[in-house]
């Protein structure tokens, strides 16, 4: 009897995972990339994995259980709670958990937990925790991988090589002037990977030491199919048009490179978006299926988990976007306007950002786009900006600085009288550390990650009153977490849009739907989700389930 086979499309956490199990399960197993490197959006990340009563928290002692973490996933989508599926977000929930054990226990990857980091939500919802449901994995030496490292993609958006428990001890994010460089340097030179980086890195060394048929600079086109059933895949490669017959899961993530695709879910406008995740990121699961009558479905615009932050110029390394995250939004002596020069926003937190940068008017329009990030001359000599070290010189081009707010308004096209409205009453509110307006610096998850924890009364307000004053406009950028996706049953398989599967056809991670959490977020879904979908797949298709 013919070897079972499986083609994996995609190699990021999900198709990697993917891999990995259907090995496991003695498949002849092809994964293949249409980049020229492998990680996908979560070797980008910051390596957040959310998974209820993990045991990794067990091991800690930290008491948890499905039943809270299932009502803390319907409490977080409670501005439309009947977008979750139950039982497909049962099904993740109790999958990562399972997944996450199972890699650990394969020798794969080794879990950490991330240290008191609580749940975006916490203590507000039911259900929510004060830590225990993040996990990442512990620092992967680089060397391990060889020559295929070369093969990897590397964050540009976190300190690849320290931990976030070195972090956090150093003061945080905000507190790069008082980081051990040395010992960031060091990291760096003998390739430790931490973060989503080496979340990828563990998982890539699996899927080599398995010998999984790896082919890079491969293209799905087309969907192989036959009475029918998905039978393999058409791919273009440098070599020609090549064909792979067996299963297929697709794990190629979401829709961010595709203007389509884009402009359909998001409603960003292209001079106010972007993405912070590798190029190659572009909905191709949703063109796939789309001739074999697949399901699909979208959340609105204002449920994706977008971030603030901005393009450079002149890209860093080759196949660098220039899109990088604004952090140094959630910092103390700044604050986000719109074009009238209003504050509209609780502005450190990014969920509240893009909720209410989307509204739309009367007239069908964004009312607060585009956004402006507004900081003075302490925030620049205490957090910098990205690479920016604290009161360095800002990227040619990117930041307009004037010695007044009228200036500064004027420079960036913003209505001064507004700006400076917004100013005074946002001072008058820091000097209590509380923002009656909006409760910037209230969402405990935003006060611990990216907060200044040297500020006495909110780690996330201070005044913005010392010239000289510095401004830019803002792009929200999505991060490789679809608002449109395939629709998939509990193992997997892609569903018709008039009922049942296709046979043979899998789909995982940010290409399928995100019924199994709704509109509601909490960092950390994401790779929890295509981890658990990518290991819940393959043991379909390798008669485990």
């Not at 440098?238 to 389509?260: K, R």
């Not at 660098?320 to 719109?338: K, M, S």
């Not at 200044?452 to 510095?470: S, T």
Request: hydrophobic share 45%; glycine share 12%.
């Amino acid at each position: 009897m013919a070897e079972k086979a499986v083609i994996i499309v995609g190699a990021g956490i999900g198709g990697m995972t993917a891999a990995i199990m259907a090995a496991q399960c003695g498949l002849k197993v092809a994964l293949i990339e249409k980049g020229e490197k492998v990680g996908g959006a979560a070797a980008y990340s910051g390596g957040q994995v959310w998974v209820g009563a993990n045991h990794v928290a067990q091991r800690h002692g930290l008491l948890d259980s499905i039943e809270d973490t299932l009502a803390y996933v319907q409490a977080a989508a409670g501005r439309d709670a009947a977008s979750v599926d139950a039982a497909l977000s049962e099904r993740w929930l109790r999958g990562a958990g399972d997944a996450a054990q199972w890699l650990e226990q394969m020798g794969v990857i080794q879990w950490e937990l991330i240290p008191d980091y609580p749940d975006y939500y916490y203590p507000t919802l039911p259900g929510s925790r004060a830590a225990g449901r993040y996990i990442t994995g512990a620092p992967f030496d680089g060397q391990l991988l060889g020559k295929a490292l070369a093969s990897l993609h590397v964050s540009p958006h976190f300190p690849v090589g320290i931990t976030y428990s070195e972090m956090f001890e150093w003061g945080g994010m905000s507190s790069k002037s008082r980081w051990d460089w040395d010992l960031v340097a060091r990291r760096r030179s003998q390739d430790m990977l931490t973060f989503g980086t080496g979340i990828a890195a563990a998982l890539f060394k699996g899927v080599l030491d398995r010998s999984v048929d790896l082919r890079l600079q491969h293209a799905a086109v087309a969907l192989l199919s036959a009475n029918g059933r998905v039978t393999g895949v058409r791919c273009s490669s440098p070599q020609g048009v090549v064909e792979l017959e067996g299963a297929v899961i697709l794990a190629t993530g979401a829709h961010d490179w595709s203007p389509e695709y884009s402009a359909r879910f998001t409603g960003i406008p292209p001079e106010d978006g972007g993405s912070v995740t590798p190029s190659t990121i572009s909905g191709d699961a949703m063109t796939l299926v789309a001739p074999l009558g697949a399901a699909m479905a979208a959340l609105p615009a204002w449920a994706a988990p977008v971030l603030p932050g901005y393009r450079l110029a002149d890209p860093a390394f080759e196949g660098d976007t220039g899109y990088r995250a604004c952090f140094e939004h959630c910092l103390p002596h700044c604050f986000l306007v719109n074009r009238q020069g209003q504050r509209f926003c609780d502005d450190s937190f990014h969920s509240a950002i893009v909720a209410e940068a989307l509204k739309h008017n009367v007239d069908g329009m964004p009312d607060n786009l585009p956004i402006f990030m507004i900081w003075d001359s302490r925030h620049h000599a205490k957090y910098g900006l990205g690479r920016t070290m604290p009161g360095g010189a800002y990227p040619p081009g990117l930041v307009s600085s004037a010695s007044t707010l009228e200036g500064l308004a004027i420079a960036l096209g913003i209505n001064a009288v507004g700006l400076e409205a917004s100013a005074a009453r946002f001072n008058a509110m820091a000097k209590d550390g509380v923002d009656i307006d909006f409760g910037r610096g209230s969402n405990l998850s935003v006060r611990r990650f990216r907060g200044d924890w040297h500020m006495p009364l909110n780690p996330n307000m201070g005044p913005v009153d010392e010239a000289p004053f510095h401004g830019m406009r803002l792009r929200l950028l999505n991060t490789g977490i679809a608002a449109g996706g395939v629709c998939a049953d509990l193992n997997g398989q892609v569903r018709r849009a008039d009922g049942g599967v296709i046979e043979g056809l899998y789909v995982v991670g940010e290409s399928s739907a995100r019924a199994a959490a709704g509109v509601g977020y909490n960092s950390g879904y994401s790779l929890s989700r295509a981890m658990a979908f990518g290991w819940l797949a393959a043991r379909h298709v390798g008669g485990l389930v």
